[in-house]
């Protein structure tokens, strides 16, 4: 009898955990980022690198001689080397750093749907469109 007792206790608590929960999505997805097939470097990529990356990337600040505030900066890479392969997500090292999540390293992470969107962007030729 206790153990019932202890059985529908805990499965009324998990129930208002998920109930409290729906609507939180994972990875955190905003509903307002849209997944584009081909997305533009001004209005879907640099906003992204704004947000996330400029904080360790920036004119200020530009570890490993990496700068994303510009597209010019981007393609030029790093001291390491080219960080974007143009049509090769597989083959850029920003790509990699992104989905291994590894970057940004502290703080919020881009969304999935960011994440895919730089991937497309470079699959597509990492045009400055």
């Given at each position: 009898?206790?153990?019932?007792?202890l059985?529908v206790?805990?499965?009324?608590?998990?129930a208002?955990?998920?109930?409290?929960?729906?609507?939180?999505?994972?990875?955190n997805?905003?509903?307002?980022?849209?997944l584009k097939e081909?997305?533009?470097?001004?209005?879907?990529?640099q906003?992204?690198?704004?947000?996330?990356?400029l904080?360790?990337h920036?004119p200020?600040?530009?570890?490993?001689?990496?700068r994303l505030?510009?597209?010019?900066?981007?393609i030029a890479?790093?001291?390491?080397?080219?960080?974007?392969?143009p049509y090769?997500?597989?083959?850029?090292?920003?790509?990699?750093?992104?989905?291994?999540g590894?970057?940004?390293?502290?703080?919020e992470k881009p969304?999935?749907?960011?994440v895919?969107?730089i991937?497309?962007?470079?699959?597509?030729?990492?045009?400055?469109?």
């Amino acid at each position: 009898m206790k153990r019932n007792l202890l059985a529908v206790s805990f499965l009324m608590v998990l129930a208002v955990v998920l109930t409290a929960c729906e609507g939180v999505s994972p990875m955190n997805e905003q509903p307002d980022v849209l997944l584009k097939e081909d997305p533009s470097y001004a209005s879907d990529v640099q906003p992204i690198f704004d947000k996330y990356c400029l904080s360790c990337h920036g004119p200020v600040r530009a570890m490993r001689g990496l700068r994303l505030d510009g597209y010019e900066y981007v393609i030029a890479g790093s001291r390491m080397g080219a960080v974007v392969i143009p049509y090769s997500s597989t083959a850029s090292l920003l790509a990699a750093g992104l989905e291994a999540g590894a970057m940004p390293p502290k703080g919020e992470k881009p969304s999935a749907n960011r994440v895919k969107n730089i991937f497309h962007w470079i699959e597509q030729g990492a045009y400055d469109n």
